[in-house]
């Protein structure tokens, strides 16, 4: 993985001092919050309804064994001895003192890690396909790409005050596990005919109160272009974003106000310009970032296979965690593994400091010493020798990280929600919890199949209800909770913005809705193969609605 | 509508009240309750200083009733501010002073 340099490292340190005199200053009242706010949020520091929240980047999803422990030490010295991972593949601290936090950040910088542009209207942590690198299905590691947006976005001068937020996203596979048509870039790294590198790109998605499909714009663009072009599309974005209105100001509604037709070709026209500047990467440079990521020398392990099918027959449990939470690997003798942080009533994309370090511990005994996380906040070991997985396994079991679950009906994305967060509107955490127990049971999970829920608790959308199989927005209606529901999102390969079903529901009513939705999809299914996203997509929305509001739906 | 007036502190962001000795409390408990307007008003008044003295942010008068001699917020974000997370009731005030109450 990528390795600070001493730029990145004078960089890191030179902003840690800063924000320390800056708390020095704020705490002994020479500066006040109005001034104070935005330089705390450019590193990552927000208020909410408990404590300040730090929220803390992991470039790309990825981290090594000793980040894993120094993240799980800051929430044990710091914090109340947890952290939340999130599905922008970051994690956050709940409960830091504001005085603590110049520690917190030195302590960070120490592993090459910070908080720099995880808040503010700049461009976000550049996120990326969690199986990078690993994945059987993958034309390219998208993570060096990732890199270089990076490092060419970080404080970067032009981008320090955009009309709002931007997030990009990059895939190096077919099977797009980034999400990168919900994004305001999306990268899809593939290969030409030719069999070179470049990548398609798309603008103008996101979800939030307005969820939007990314437009491609591009088909192929090499690799050499990223940057020019991305500057081009920048620049157009820059220039003509609203800033009159912050929920007009995404990029994503100045692609809808232009016209794709007008906007691609601001883009292409502004591209010309720079095409040829120093902004086109050099191979040498492609290659040194690269070279970072080079995957990490396996060596044939075709023992696993014979102790793995051993191990199988000798335990169910751990039988059914191969099935769910290992995937293919490129080499044969590997596979990928999801630690799930869905435990059955557990909080979604959390875990404490002796999970982390016991992460961290299989990382470096067993996985090439390298953590992802996934936007859907789980945690992966990319790299596990089938003749290995036994011991991951036992391992996980013992703090109870071994849950079968991944993408089942109970791997379910939650924003924090009201539980922590000043712009939440109703909580999302005990729903995903109640959703968790209902469906607790493997064999009727199994029996589902792939099914994601997606939990938001405000317009805003963490957690990405737009895209969810089934996804859940919670509103306040009335000084209440409520709950509505959308069917039919998706955010992959085929992406969809799901549709609202109906009228909300109550908290103690919105467990049994869903479960009435999953019954439904197995009354109407066509075989057990067919997922609950390809049945709803083949009926549409009408036999839901007729389950979970009888008759008088036809009438709405 | 009775009224608290509440904050968060600004050294560790731990959500406060003012309470009748002047002093800004972790329990919503002994919060002092503006009953009229004047005495909202002296609230109000008090919340500014208090921010411009750098004490506290995010100040805000929040409606609350009284239960038993209990002070509850109306509103279910702030009677989660005075209790803590639902979800994890070992953590925040809720563990601190007194059983669970948010929701």
Request: with cysteine; aromatic share 8%.
């Amino acid at each position: 993985m990528y390795r600070y340099d001493e730029f990145d490292h004078d960089f890191v340190r030179q902003r840690v001092a800063q924000y320390s005199d800056q708390v020095e200053r704020r705490l002994s009242g020479e500066i006040d919050e109005t001034a104070f706010k935005p330089l705390r949020l450019m590193n990552g520091v927000y208020l909410q309804l408990h404590a300040y929240m730090l929220r803390v980047a992991i470039p790309y999803g990825t981290l090594n064994s000793r980040q894993m422990r120094r993240l799980a030490r800051i929430a044990r010295d710091y914090d109340k001895g947890y952290g939340h991972f999130t599905t922008r593949q970051n994690i956050q601290y709940n409960w830091p003192k504001l005085s603590d936090t110049p520690a917190i950040l030195e302590e960070l910088a120490e592993v090459e890690m910070h908080a720099i542009q995880t808040s503010g209207n700049c461009i976000r942590n550049v996120s990326a396909d969690h199986f990078a690198g690993a994945a059987a299905d993958e034309v390219a590691d998208p993570r060096p790409y990732a890199e270089i947006l990076r490092q060419w976005s970080s404080n970067h001068p032009e981008y320090s005050f955009l009309p709002r937020k931007f997030k990009i996203a990059v895939t190096g596979a077919e099977r797009d596990r980034a999400a990168i048509q919900v994004h305001d870039i999306g990268l899809h790294l593939k290969r030409n005919e030719a069999g070179a590198l470049g990548f398609a790109v798309y603008v103008g998605g996101g979800q939030g109160r307005t969820p939007v499909i990314a437009k491609k714009i591009r088909d192929f663009l090499p690799e050499a272009d990223l940057l020019s072009y991305t500057t081009a599309i920048m620049r157009v974005y820059n220039l003509n974003g609203r800033r009159d209105n912050k929920y007009k100001a995404r990029i994503k509604i100045l692609v809808n106000e232009t016209g794709e037709e007008e906007f691609t070709r601001q883009v292409e026209a502004e591209w010309q310009k720079l095409k040829e500047t120093e902004l086109k990467l050099p191979q040498d440079d492609l290659q040194a970032i690269a070279d970072y990521f080079a995957p990490p020398s396996l060596q044939d392990r075709p023992e696993g296979w014979g102790l793995l099918a051993a191990a199988k027959k000798a335990d169910a449990g751990f039988a059914a965690w191969v099935h769910q939470n290992v995937t293919p690997h490129r080499h044969p003798d590997y596979g990928v593994v999801t630690i799930s942080l869905k435990p059955i009533g557990g909080i979604p994309g959390d875990a404490n400091d002796t999970q982390m370090e016991v992460v961290a511990d299989l990382a470096e005994k067993f996985g090439h010493d390298e953590i992802r996380v996934s936007h859907e906040q789980n945690l992966v070991l990319p790299h596990v020798a089938f003749a290995d997985l036994e011991h991951v396994y036992k391992a996980l079991l013992e703090v109870e990280l071994a849950t079968a679950n991944a993408g089942l009906v109970t791997d379910i994305i939650a924003c924090p929600g009201l539980d922590y967060c000043a712009l939440a509107n109703a909580r999302s955490i005990p729903v995903a919890q109640e959703i968790s127990e209902r469906f607790a049971s493997l064999e009727r999970q199994q029996e589902i199949g792939e099914l994601k829920i997606k939990i938001s608790g405000c317009i805003n959308a963490c957690g990405h209800h737009h895209v969810g199989h089934i996804g859940i927005l919670g509103v306040e209606k009335k000084g209440a909770e409520l709950y509505q529901i959308t069917l039919g999102g998706s955010g992959d390969e085929n992406t969809s913005i799901g549709q609202i079903i109906g009228r909300g529901f109550e908290p103690e009513k919105i467990t049994d809705a869903v479960e009435t939705i999953v019954e439904t999809y197995l009354g109407l299914r066509e075989n057990a193969d067919e997922t609950f996203l390809e049945a709803y997509r083949r009926v549409g929305p009408a036999p839901f609605k007729e389950a979970l509001y009888g008759e008088t739906s036809k009438a709405a | 509508m009775n009224k608290v007036l509440t904050a968060n502190r600004l050294t560790d962001g731990i959500a406060v009240w003012l309470g009748a000795n002047g002093q800004w409390l972790e329990s919503i408990d002994n919060a002092l309750i503006g009953r009229h307007q004047e005495a909202v008003d002296a609230l109000e008044e008090a919340g500014k200083s208090a921010f411009n003295d750098n004490l506290v942010v995010d100040v805000d008068l929040i409606d609350v009733e009284e239960i038993d001699g209990d002070i509850f917020p109306i509103r279910l974000r702030e009677r989660i501010r005075a209790a803590g997370p639902t979800i994890r009731t070992d953590l925040g005030k809720q563990s601190e002073f007194k059983p669970a109450t948010a929701a």
